[in-house]
């Protein structure tokens, strides 16, 4: 099953909604380790085996880009625009339980593809 973690822009309450139906979920605040770059905060999440999920699309895309070229690893991003904290959810349950570890890592997954 994929683990998560949650970057500092996404609300809180996506990972108590998660965690409430048994998923494995970390946000940056509960770690205290706010403040890192993202590009520490996805080397982070690949040092914990925990797929980051942000909003920082621009950003995110082009540490993803930049981390291909150089052949680094990381454990997947999956990228959304704001959306309603519902739909955010529920996509990430249709996620997580479809998609393994493996198929995530190295990767960008868009939650719009869940939706």
């Avoid at 880009?65 to 990430?92: N, W, Y």
């Avoid at 890592?105 to 593809?113: C, F, G, K, P, T």
Wanted: hydrophobic share 45%; aromatic share 8%; charged share 25%.
């Amino acid at each position: 099953m994929i683990k998560l973690y949650l970057d500092e822009d996404v609300p809180e309450v996506i990972a108590l909604s998660l965690r409430l139906r048994g998923y494995d979920v970390v946000t940056v605040k509960e770690t205290e380790i706010k403040g890192l770059t993202d590009i520490e905060q996805l080397q982070y999440a690949s040092s914990e085996k925990r797929v980051i999920f942000t909003h920082n699309i621009a950003d995110f895309y082009k540490i993803h880009s930049d981390f291909m070229k150089k052949e680094l690893e990381h454990s997947g991003i999956i990228l959304s625009k704001q959306l309603p904290i519902g739909v955010i959810v529920k996509a990430l349950l249709k996620l997580i339980t479809n998609l393994n570890y493996e198929k995530v890592r190295n990767n960008i997954v868009w939650l719009s593809d869940w939706v």
